[in-house]
């Protein structure tokens, strides 16, 4: 019989979380709430300065805000089900909800990656020819590259998606050994021929990363080479500290990316994939505020404004 993707076949799979470490459920449940709460706060903070603050609202901060929202979407897609999965040690998740999890995800992620692309262009028209920035990046272009970062975020997860739904996935212990239902372990429960969607999927993760990749080095060549020839030392440390922040994002994330998609999926262990996936999910997002916030004066200087404003308003009261 095959047992397709359908109603009336497999209605639920059960994600395991980390088997392994059991006995320290409740230690491990608090430290991701700590975590997630921390993500929320730190990337709305990000999100609330640049709204309301003028001398924010420019290309490089509206795309930073934009990099918050993507966090704030990857993160409440897997951090509260997992919060539920440690807690219980293991939980039942439904075949739409799987899906619409994996769905989510990837289109964040994606979307994600083609705007720390975007980032870097941004820093390379500001650096390398700062003459042109106001023409070359104003707001309509802003606002049409941020478009483009969702609108193919969201097409290509949709192409990915419906080929995840042609699976059939048969038997009656539909076990995912990870903490969120992530593509790799769901094309191990297949009992479809999953080695054609996973060539496609390793060729289109390579292709993209390769082309995202080595776009983002050619603009951090000529950054280097403009920052070279800059005279004043002030000038220098200020160019670096804009690049810095965000060629550190972009190692993270793309490093871990590129480690646990672009090799076939089942060359690593299920522990490696969860360690990997962590890096991505969990301790991106969390780094991506403080990380913009310690090395840009700008966010700093509204940071400390805006704390102060507040204990005024509090003394007074």
């Known amino acids: 019989m095959n047992l397709g993707w359908n109603l009336s ?11 392994n470490l059991q006995n320290f459920r409740i230690i491990l449940f608090l430290i991701l709430l700590l975590i997630y709460t921390a993500i929320l706060a730190g990337n709305l903070l990000i999100i609330l300065l640049v709204s309301t603050t003028t001398c924010l609202q420019i290309p490089m901060y509206l ?26 040690g293991g ?42 920035y ?25 192409l990915a998606t419906v080929l995840i739904f042609c699976l059939d996935f048969c038997g009656s212990n539909l076990v995912v050994n990870h903490f969120f239902c992530d593509l790799g372990p769901l094309l191990q429960l297949s009992c479809s021929d999953t080695s054609v969607l996973e060539i496609l999927v390793v060729i289109l993760s390579t292709h993209e990363m390769t082309i995202l990749t080595m776009f983002i080095f050619s603009t951090y060549v000529h950054i280097i080479r403009s920052i070279q020839k800059i005279s004043t030392t002030t000038g ?16 993270m994330c793309f490093g871990s990316l590129i480690a646990i998609y672009v090799f076939p999926f089942g060359k690593k262990s299920s522990t490696i994939n969860k360690i990997l996936s962590l ?25 400390m404004k805006r704390f102060n404003q507040l204990r005024q308003i509090l003394s007074s009261n």
């Open 279 to 303: 890096l991505y999910t969990v301790v991106t997002p969390l780094l991506n505020p403080i990380i913009y916030s310690l090395k840009n004066q700008e966010i700093r200087v509204t940071i």
């Open 9 to 19: 076949s497999v209605n639920e799979f059960f994600i395991v979380g980390f088997e």
């Open 134 to 158: 106001v023409t070359t990046i104003d707001f309509n272009v802003c606002i049409r590259l941020i478009s483009f970062c969702w609108a193919s975020g969201f097409l290509l997860t949709i």
């Open 63 to 88: 795309f930073l805000s934009q990099l918050s929202l993507s966090d704030i979407i990857l993160t409440s897609t897997i951090c509260p089900n997992t919060l539920h999965v440690i807690f219980n």
């Open 236 to 251: 220098k440390e200020k160019a670096f500290s804009t690049c810095s922040s965000h060629l550190t994002v972009v190692c």
């Open 91 to 132: 939980a039942t998740i439904s075949k739409v909800g799987c899906i619409t999890q994996l769905f989510a995800f990837s289109m964040s992620m994606l979307t994600e990656c083609l705007l720390l692309t975007v980032m870097s262009y941004d820093r390379y028209v500001a650096i390398c020819k700062p003459m042109h």
